[in-house]
């Protein structure tokens, strides 16, 4: 576990941003992939600027409004500091989904059709990404009060606020279960589902998991009925995605062929 790999001179490079730029080159080749035989294939390199500059403004809000706001209201000069870590994923999609939004609109493609397409590529780069925030200490669990778990180093916030006390693996184990909610998108992409039901099932697995693992986290205040902000949003997106799901299927068998007049 490191948070600065190596320094030459007055340059250090952070094990979170290595792991990061990793998990968007290699999402973004999941996705190219995915996307061969579409007209979406030849977006992908110029909407990805927008993905990018819109996770990447959602992700910061998110975390130093929502997340960590007890740190960063004592160090109002580190907000912009991205690259010391300290993305929330949840804002990063929430930003690259108003983001896709907004390219679909004005290249006049169908926002869910792209977006079924980026689903299975999103997550893989988040089981990845989770692997930044455990080298950067950060996404932490509470204390186990067991005699196992992880011990941060100096240096990490997760140190800052817990000491050398075990903390629940929290982000490794969020890590795992994005890989399993690949794994079942992959498969689910050869079932003809209704339009968007890929990415709404996305939406949803993530959702659960997000939810159910942040009763172990440790970096995040709690608000109405002791939830962190991660329940609240994972929540809020369940419900509007199985509202979205159910509408789609509805509307799906309501549709009938057309057939050829004799």
């Known amino acids: 576990m490191r948070v600065i790999l190596f320094e030459i001179g007055g340059f250090s490079l952070r094990s979170y941003g290595v792991i990061v730029a990793l998990a968007i ?17 030849k977006h992908l390199p110029n909407l ?45 999609l929430v930003g690259g989904f108003f983001s896709a939004v907004i390219y679909a609109r004005k290249h006049k493609l169908s926002f869910w059709e792209l977006a079924d397409i980026l689903a299975p590529a999103i997550i893989l780069g988040q089981a990845i990404g ?10 932490f669990g509470s204390p186990t009060g067991l005699g196992f778990g992880i011990v941060y180093p100096e240096g990490t916030i997760a140190f800052d606020r817990y000491g ?7 982000e490794i184990w969020e890590g795992q279960l994005d890989l399993v ?8 992409k050869n079932i003809k589902l209704p339009l968007g ?21 440790g970096d995040s205040p709690r608000y109405a009925l002791q939830w962190t902000a991660g329940q609240w949003t994972s929540i809020t997106v369940l419900l509007i995605s199985l509202v979205f799901m159910l509408y789609f299927f509805k509307r799906s068998h309501l549709i009938k062929p057309v057939q050829d007049s004799a």
């Open 25 to 41: 080159v290699i999402a973004f080749g999941v996705a190219y992939y995915l996307a061969r035989g579409t007209q979406y294939q």
């Open 48 to 92: 990805v600027v927008y993905l990018l500059l819109g996770a990447i403004l959602g992700a910061r809000i998110w975390h130093v409004f929502f997340f960590q706001w007890w740190y960063f209201s004592d160090h109002l000069t580190e907000i912009f500091a991205v690259w010391k870590g300290g993305i929330a994923i949840q804002g990063a």
């Open 130 to 139: 989770r692997i930044a925030c455990l080298l950067n200490g950060d996404a």
């Open 164 to 170: 050398s006390a075990p903390l629940w693996p929290a």
């Open 181 to 188: 909610i690949f794994g079942i998108l992959m498969a689910m």
């Open 197 to 217: 039901t890929l990415f709404l099932s996305y939406n949803i697995l993530y959702s659960i998991v997000r939810f159910m693992l942040e009763f172990l986290r």
